[in-house]
Structure formats: C-alpha cells, structure tokens
C-alpha cells in the first residue's frame, strides 16, 4: 500500500460508524493522525469514553445529514454493508472501509489473519503463544477482542500480528493483504445476516483477495471448500489434516502430530497426549497454528512447548470443576451446530450434554453423529424442542427451565469419570445476555455444586 493511503488523514472528515470497541478503536487512531472525527451509532444507550467528548457523535437513528461532507467512512463490524447509510455512502462516491482495513493501513509488522466457522480464538492464541514462545514479537488482534486499530502501531516491523478475522469484518475489505492467511473450516452461519450458506462462505474466501505469489495460505485438507480456495492460491499453501496423510503439510499420525514434504514425514512435532486442551478439534486448531508458522523460522520444539503449556480459552471447552469424579467444561462459545459437534467429537468418555438456546436456522440432527458420546442431553431455551425431534429416541432427554435446573439435572444422571459440557449448539439471547453470561452463569452454580 502507498504512502500517501497510510497517512493522508491530516483534516480529513471521516465518519466511523458502530462505536462499540472496534468502532471507539478507530476513531482513537484517526484522531492522532489529525482526522476530524465523527461518530455514529443506531443504539442510544452506549456509554462513550470522555476522551471523545469533543468529537462530533450521534447516537440513535442515524441524521439525514451524517454524510455532508464526508471523504472516508470506516465501517465497524456490527454495521452491515448493505446498510441503507452504507448504500447512500457509496451512491455520493464516498469510500468505504473497513476497521480492519484501516488498521492494516497503519501496520509495518508482518501479518498472519485467519478465519473460518469455528475455532478461531483459539488457533490465534496458540499461534501468538509459539511465535513469543520462539522470541519473535507478536500480538493477538483483531475478532478475539483486541480491534486491529488498538495495537496497529505497537509494533515494529520485525514483528508479527495474528488477527481473527470474521466474515463481518472481510466485507468491506478492498487491499487488505496479510502475508499469512488461513481459513479453519467453512460451515453455514450467520444466515440471518447473509442471504445464502455461499454468499456466507464467498465473505470468509475473501481474505486471500488480494495475495500473490510471494504470500502463503494455511488451509484444513479435510474441507472441501477450503482446499478449493487452496487450489487457487498463488502462493505457497499449507495443509492441515487430522483424517488423512499428506505428502505436503500437517497431520495427524496415530497419536502424533507431524510434519511431511515430499512425501516423506520429516519430524514428529508433538504428541497429542501432551495437549493441555481436549477433543479433535482442538487437535485441530494445533496442527492449524504449526502449519501457519512453516514459512517463518520456527522450531518444533517451540511449538511443543506452547502447545504444551496452552490451556485454553474461557468459555471454549474450559474446565471449570472435577466433582466426585466428574469433570465439568464450559463451551458456552459454541453457538452453533457445527461447533458443538467438534467439541464432542473425540471426547473418549461418557458425556451429559446442556444445549439449546436460539436457534440459528440450523439442523440439530448433525448432532446424531456425536452421540455415541452421549449418555444423556439437558435441553434449555426457546430451541429445546426442536433438538429433542432431532434427537428423540436416541438418547435420553431431560428438559431445564433455568441453568441452574440444568446443571442440578445433569449431575443427577452423570457418574463418576464422566464429562458434564455445556456446549448449547444456539445463540445465548433467548436466556443470557451474550455467551459469556451463559458460560459465567454455567460456571459459578458448578462451582457451587462442589460446596453443596
């Protein structure tokens, strides 16, 4: 990107639209690099930091008069870019972009982004931990919390940010260009906000729009519609498998994680036991941080030892409590089919599941591949009903009006040995806040069940 793109904000009037953090973020970066700031947001019951009490904010329906004036509009996430504003905005020629594309805009250090359905915290925080674990400068942004625009200049060019990236934030990308980019998986989401499952997967492929031969694309082999992403890559590309062997890349032989070229197995990278964090997928989610580090001089034995020392994240699979020989885990963070069914998968023991919640326009019945795993299911939430006719006859099914029924419920019918997991396969809001609530609520009446 030129020059004159990275700083020519000095008395630019540019419109932020979505102030929540990733919107707050922008407009703190502008500010310093001379812009005239507005701001914009459809809620009127945000708190707005004091340091913006100055600029020229809006809160509520947006004024027929946002855009007089207007050179730039940054678009947060929670905007959608068919907004009738964002429409207005293009029709008056006035550019539009993204927080993530204003960010990179201001980037010197190199750049790893990945996206994908599920996963994607956690793969970004192992791939942060094995870069510090291997002495290089790295930093975790982007849609695991920390916006792009917040640490964009915090560091210096030999380092390296790892940013999660959501299908939200690649819409309205125009020369965003990471020099590592990945994709996890693609499963159907967010369909009340795309018109179809494709339209959903086309936004996620656009992270490697503007690649070319000199970058690099880590993908899962086992998904088809990430290894056709792969065959169109200009670069180099790196695989991930947890089901097959590969004559190029990272997979899963027997209980070890290795790395093949040339059709050969050059070395063990670590064994799965090793693992702080359970099930396939998180299997996965470590092969997917190895495989986007190859380009870059990191040893195994860094990698093992991240790895190795990695205990999650809150609310996706996080142990919370053994009691008397039962283990509990908040997956609060799976809200949708797709990821419930790879946190369950491979679990190796007797599961009692808590699920339901708002249902996402998706078929319960992709749960029927997991229950093999399940001794029984505590059904909450407006969708209870509609996972019981996906899973009706095949295991036994309880239903909770409260968390606290549920988690009273589930430790009734578990033995000791056994896994307790909320992993709600829904939305939060018909009950909680957000996940977090759901998880926070699940966790502090286990943690009272130990005392009881």
């Keep these: ?165 959501s299908s939200f934030q690649l819409e309205m990308i125009s020369e965003f260009k990471p020099d590592v980019a990945g994709i996890l998986n693609m499963t159907p989401d967010h369909l009340d906000r795309y018109d179809s499952a494709d339209d959903y997967y086309r936004t996620k492929e656009k992270i490697t729009m503007n690649n070319d031969s000199n970058d690099t694309f880590f993908y899962n082999a086992d998904d088809d519609r990430c290894s056709r992403v792969a065959a169109g890559f200009k670069g180099r590309v790196i695989p991930f498998s947890s089901s097959v062997s590969l004559d190029d890349g990272i997979f899963l032989y027997g209980d070890s994680i290795v790395r093949a070229n040339d059709g050969e197995i050059k070395e063990e990278i670590m064994k799965t036991k090793d693992l702080k964090v359970i099930g396939l997928h998180n299997v996965e989610n470590a092969m997917a941080a190895i495989a986007s580090v190859q380009g870059l001089e990191v040893s195994a034995e860094s990698c093992r030892k991240a790895l190795s020392a990695f205990t999650g994240l809150r609310h996706r699979m996080e142990r919370i409590a053994e009691i008397q020989g039962v283990e509990y885990f908040n997956d609060s963070k799976a809200t949708n089919v797709e990821a419930t069914v790879k946190s369950l998968t491979g679990l190796g023991r007797p599961v009692v599941l808590i699920a339901g919640g708002l249902e996402k326009g998706k078929d319960f019945k992709s749960l029927l591949s997991v229950t093999q795993n399940i001794k029984h299911v505590v059904l909450i939430g407006s969708a209870a009903g509609l996972i019981e006719k996906a899973l009706e006859g095949v295991v036994p099914i309880s239903h909770a009006g409260t968390m606290y029924e549920a988690v009273q419920k589930a430790s009734d019918v578990s033995i000791a040995g056994s896994y307790v997991v909320l992993s709600p396969a829904c939305a939060s809001f018909d009950m909680f806040t957000d996940f977090r609530h759901r998880g926070n609520t699940f966790a502090d009446i286990v943690k009272q069940l130990g005392v009881d």
């Design 1 to 165: 990107m030129s020059e004159k793109i990275r700083t020519d904000y000095q008395n630019k009037n540019v419109l932020v639209l979505g102030l929540a953090r990733s919107g707050l973020a922008a407009l703190e970066l502008l500010a310093g690099k001379g812009a005239k700031i507005a701001g914009a947001d459809e809620k009127s019951d945000i708190s707005i930091p004091d340091r913006f009490k100055n600029a020229d904010i809006h809160l509520g329906s947006f004024p027929s008069e946002l855009l007089e004036n207007c050179d730039e509009v940054i678009l947060s996430p929670g905007i959608r870019s068919n907004h009738p504003i964002v429409s207005e905005a293009f029709n008056k020629s006035i550019p539009v972009i993204s927080e993530l594309e204003l960010g990179c805009r201001f980037a010197t250090a190199k750049i790893i982004a990945l996206t994908g359905t599920n996963g994607k915290s956690t793969t970004v925080t192992m791939i942060e931990r094995i870069l510090n674990e291997s002495g290089y400068s790295a930093i975790a942004a982007g849609n695991i919390g920390k916006p792009f625009c917040s640490v964009t200049e915090e560091l210096p060019r030999e380092g390296i940010f790892v940013i999660e990236v």
